[in-house]
């Protein structure tokens, strides 16, 4: 059992308004001076099993409490942002709950010939429920309705497989995470929530030490070229479609002690 507090991120709470106008079109970016911190009680258990050696399999149940949770949020048509396109900023939802298990399993073929004893396999995934409650006033009376937790996906999962010896180290990876909540446009209005669509992200790393005290070491990241793609309420409504290529990382370490 374990409590804890997170303060809101410089940007959201910055008073600094970022404005732009496009055609009498004004769109707006800023933070909330008054947000609260995040308070959360955690309570975890979990059992780990070793089979072998640099294996590992493990299974844990979490559930978590959460006040002050901060979501973003688009003021655009309400108070002083009413003639505003967009009026984007962030503010507290009231509570939370997250509930999850997560299951995990490695293991290193080291009881293998060589040079297939330095195979690697492993393997995670988590599944969460999330509901989290905000709310806002109409006509003078306070509603509010249910959300799942902002940036919070149902499922993640990991897939690696990889080699490891006294000269290499080498990893290629997949990465999944389920839909998630992006924005909460309209507090009192679901069918204007935005969400990021699920993504499959496949990546490479490679260590190779040439000498004791000198290492070459690449990494190739997002090799299938997954976008970023968000959506207002059904993913048949695009909201934002960006794509970014692969990137390639390359370096050489000296360690002189």
């Not at 609260?36 to 059992?47: C, P, R, T, V």
């Not at 000198?214 to 190739?220: I, P, Q, R, W």
């Amino acid at each position: 059992w374990t409590n804890s507090i997170v303060r809101p991120g410089f940007a959201q709470l910055s008073p600094g308004q970022l404005i732009e106008e496009d055609d009498g079109d004004i769109e707006a970016e800023f933070g909330n001076p008054q947000l609260k911190s995040l308070e959360s009680q955690n309570f975890d258990a979990g059992i780990e099993y070793y089979p072998g050696v640099a294996s590992v399999i493990s299974a844990f149940v979490f559930h978590k409490t959460i006040d002050n949770f901060i979501y973003q949020t688009d003021l655009a048509g309400s108070g002083d942002y009413e003639d505003y396109k967009h009026a984007v900023t962030y503010a507290n939802g009231d509570s939370a709950e997250i509930t999850g298990i997560e299951l995990a399993a490695s293991k290193q073929f080291s009881s293998l010939p060589a040079p297939w004893n330095g195979l690697l396999i492993g393997a995670n995934a988590t599944l969460v429920d999330s509901t989290a409650e905000i709310g806002a006033y109409d006509d003078g009376e306070f509603v509010a309705r249910d959300i799942s937790m902002p940036s919070q996906s149902d499922t993640s999962a990991n897939l690696m497989v990889g080699y490891e010896s006294e000269k290499i180290s080498t990893r290629l990876s997949a990465n999944y995470k389920s839909s998630y909540l992006l924005e909460v446009t309209e507090p009192l209005e679901a069918d204007y929530d935005a969400y990021v669509d699920d993504q499959l992200q496949l990546d490479f790393s490679l260590r190779y030490y040439i000498t004791d005290s000198v290492k070459v070491h690449f990494e190739a990241l997002n090799l299938t070229d997954e976008i970023y793609y968000t959506y207002v309420k059904n993913s048949r409504y695009n909201a934002q479609y960006e794509t970014y290529g692969a990137t390639y990382k390359l370096g050489v370490s000296f360690m002189l002690f």
